[in-house]
């Protein structure tokens, strides 16, 4: 079992940035792959990107790849996503989520474990 808890959304300009945190609680943090993953309205939930275990091996969509950045400090529990030239189709509510193992997807489905979601709102 794992709790994830997100925080730093906030409303923001475009060509801004914000910097999300998932603060973990349970299971070894160091033992599991993250991701995050937002959700606009009307839309399916959708990946953003993603982290081993290690903090090694990063993942992105191609929406945010090189604007967005992934990191992850396992002595304190937390996953970080660092978000710069924020656009307005940025806008959503972001949550990480785990499914306690080492791979990740670009999918929800397999992931068991979800924080509540941080809203990020990008005003134009």
């Known amino acids: 079992q794992v709790q994830l808890v997100e925080s730093g959304g906030g409303l923001v300009q475009a060509g801004g940035s914000l910097r999300l945190s998932c603060a973990a609680s349970?299971?070894?943090?160091?033992?599991?792959?993250m991701a995050w993953f937002r959700q606009a309205p009307g839309k399916q939930r959708e990946f953003v990107a993603a982290i081993s275990w290690s903090g090694g091996s990063t993942d992105y969509a191609d929406s945010v790849k090189g604007r967005f950045t992934i990191s992850r400090d396992n002595a304190k529990n937390t996953v970080y996503l660092q978000m710069d030239s924020l656009k307005p189709e940025d806008t959503a509510v972001y949550y990480c989520?785990?499914?306690?193992?080492?791979?990740?997807?670009?999918?929800?489905?397999?992931?068991?474990?979800w924080g509540q979601g941080t809203q990020v709102t990008v005003s134009s």
């Open positions: 989520a785990t499914s306690l193992g080492s791979s990740w997807w670009r999918t929800p489905g397999p992931y068991h474990y």
């Open positions: 349970g299971r070894t943090f160091n033992s599991y792959a």
